[in-house]
C-alpha cells in the first residue's frame, strides 16, 4: 500500500515558477513509478509527467516540454514536479499517482495509487 500527498501548489502569475512534491508512504515505494497528471474545471484529466522508478526514464506531455521537468529522491520517498514559464492553461488540479509498471507510463488506467490533488492555478 502507497500513500501519497502532494503540496507546492498556489497562485502564480504567468511566467512564475512553482515546485510540486509528491510525498509518499511505504518502504517499496522506490520499486514504483510515478506521474503527474492534471484535471482543469470542465476538461478530461491529463497526463502532465512521468519518472520511472529508478529515475532513469522520463515522460512528458507536449505541452509542458521545455517548461516542466520531473524528478525523484528515493531516499526520501518524493517526487518533484518543477513548473517553469507557467501560463493560465496550466491551471489545474494536480495529481500524483504512483505505478507498479516500471516505465513512466502516460496511461492513467495502468496507476494503482493516487493522490487527493493540489491547486495550481496560473493568473495572465
Known amino acids: 500500500q502507497v500513500q501519497l500527498v502532494e503540496s507546492g501548489g498556489g497562485l502564480v502569475q504567468a511566467g512564475g515558477s512553482l515546485r510540486l512534491s509528491c510525498a509518499a508512504s511505504?518502504?517499496?515505494?522506490?520499486?514504483?513509478?510515478v506521474g503527474w497528471f492534471r484535471q482543469a474545471p470542465g476538461k478530461e484529466r491529463e497526463f502532465v509527467a512521468a519518472?520511472?522508478?529508478?529515475?532513469?526514464?522520463?515522460n512528458f506531455a507536449d505541452s509542458v516540454k521545455g517548461r516542466f521537468t520531473i524528478s525523484r529522491d528515493n531516499s526520501e520517498n518524493t517526487v518533484y514536479l518543477q513548473m517553469n514559464g507557467l501560463k493560465p492553461d496550466d491551471t489545474a488540479v494536480y495529481y500524483c499517482?504512483?505505478?507498479?509498471?516500471?516505465?513512466?507510463?502516460?496511461?492513467?488506467?495502468?496507476?494503482?495509487?493516487w493522490g487527493q490533488g493540489t491547486q495550481v492555478t496560473v493568473s495572465s
Open positions: 519518472i520511472s522508478w529508478s529515475g532513469g526514464f522520463t
Open positions: 499517482a504512483a505505478s507498479r509498471a516500471p516505465d513512466a507510463t502516460v496511461v492513467a488506467g495502468r496507476y494503482d495509487y
Open positions: 511505504g518502504r517499496t515505494f522506490s520499486r514504483y513509478a
